[in-house]
């Protein structure tokens, strides 16, 4: 099917490794399972994160959206090194969430281009299509401005060519994750390994704060 836009997750990992690619960490507070790491360019606030755990929690703030607080195990370091070798996995983490998985989640037009191209190789595959149906759906649905929920729906549930409909489509969801949680996502496993680093190497006082000199 025709435009089909970039998935989201891999243009925020792309944006991710820009924002960040001169990131320092500094190490403001360290006790046991409390800690508050730093993570920030020499010369800008912009983007700068912070990760803060203690027992049972972990919040990730900071110059890139909203805050977020995941809660699963007594040391949350560990819960987020396991998928390292997985990737980042924003499905299975928002079940962590406090607000639970919702409360990240948001319309996404990327999402709905995938489902109604879903729904036109369907329709080809068990022989529903009238000819001229792909050129019909561009004109009428993926050629639109596609930027609102309401209006995208619209056009998908009255949409009818020669006799062919997508049925009920009420039941869809053109949900995805927001472009913050998911450079959120990014911030935890980047900086979580950066602190390992550090701290395998013995070099822990290198990121500890400077003290201003009298």
Known sequence: MPNIIASPEAEVAERFKRDTANHQMTVLHEDG???????????????????????????????????????????????????????????????????????????????????????????????????????????EILDQDLHDEGEARKLLESFEFKGFDFGETWEYSFQDFEWSFLWACHAIVWGIARYDKVTRYGLSALAAPKQATS
Not at 36 to 59: A, K, V
Not at 117 to 132: I, K, M, Y
């Open 33 to 139: 399972l409390y800690r508050h790491l730093r993570f920030q360019s020499p010369r800008t606030i912009e983007f700068y994160f912070d990760l803060i755990t203690w027992p049972g929690c972990l919040t990730i703030r900071g110059d890139y959206g909203d805050a977020y607080t995941f809660t699963r195990e007594r040391d949350m370091l560990p819960f987020f090194r396991a998928d390292r070798r997985w990737g980042i996995n924003p499905h299975y983490w928002s079940q962590k969430l406090d607000g639970g998985r919702r409360s990240v989640q948001e319309y996404s037009e990327a999402a709905f281009r995938q489902i109604v191209g879903e729904l036109f190789v369907s329709a080809v595959r068990f022989d529903d299509a009238p000819r001229g149906l792909g050129k019909a759906v561009r004109a």
